[in-house]
């Protein structure tokens, strides 16, 4: 089983903020990684799979990319919108398909 | 615009069965690999397994296989999740998810999920 671990574990930024989360796996894989969004209350949202690809409606200032052991997704400027919950999701190597525990993204 | 509404949540004792549904719309369903997908209160999400687009086969976390089976009916654009020996430590929020149809690993959910909680 591949073990997804992602950093930080919650972050606090401002409006307009660059910011990336990280996500680092056990054994190396090429792109079989999906970056999903949960807001409280709410089913997640998958934002990019295939490591880089943006899902249908994501806005742009979202991003995904790396391979091997180490991915990052990238919100460019963020937005007070973007306070949530972001989580990694590994299908290289299943079953199962596992999971990050989650970063808390917090807008000032 | 996918659509999916899960139902069949609610309060069941350890040890005893509940069967999950999920009703798709807005897509196509019988193209559709379709997943399942846990999260207890105030932790992250726990794939359970997946059935492929032509219910041919089902592959399940090692949590839950033996236990819990997925079926699906095409007829009707709907998915099942079948419990058995429920535990306390499965209460949660159940949730289906369609496989991207670029990338069927990939999860996209389109409802708010059903509550099971396991109590005596």
């Known amino acids: 089983e591949i073990v997804m671990t992602q950093s930080p574990a919650s972050l606090s930024v401002s409006p307009g903020e660059r910011v990336t989360l990280s996500c680092w796996a056990s054994l190396s894989f090429d792109r079989n990684l999906a970056w999903y969004q949960q807001k409280p209350g709410q089913a997640p949202r998958l934002l990019i799979y295939?490591?880089?690809a943006r899902a249908t409606g994501v806005p742009a200032r979202f991003s995904g990319s790396g391979s091997g052991t180490k991915f990052t997704l990238t919100i460019s400027s963020v937005q007070s919108e973007d306070s949530a919950i972001y989580y990694c999701?590994?299908?290289?190597?299943?079953?199962?398909?596992?999971f990050g525990q989650g970063t808390r993204l917090q807008i000032k | 615009q996918l659509r999916l509404v899960e139902s069949g949540g609610g309060v069941v004792q350890p040890g005893r069965s509940l069967r999950l549904s999920c009703a798709a719309s807005g897509f196509n369903f019988r193209g559709s690999a379709m997943h399942w997908v846990r999260q207890a209160p105030g932790k992250g999400l726990e794939w359970l397994g997946v059935?492929?687009?032509?219910?041919?086969?089902?592959y399940y976390a090692d949590a839950v296989k033996g236990r819990f089976t997925i079926s699906r009916d095409d007829s009707k654009n709907m998915v099942f999740l079948q419990m058995k020996s429920l535990r306390t430590e499965e209460t949660a929020v159940y949730y289906c998810?369609?496989?991207?149809?670029?990338?069927?690993?990939?999860?996209?959910?389109g409802g708010q999920g059903t509550i099971v909680t396991v109590s005596s």
């Open positions: 999701q590994q299908y290289n190597n299943w079953p199962p398909i596992t």
């Open positions: 059935i492929t687009y032509d219910g041919n086969n089902q």
């Open positions: 295939g490591a880089s």
């Open positions: 998810a369609r496989g991207n149809v670029r990338d069927e690993m990939a999860f996209e959910f």
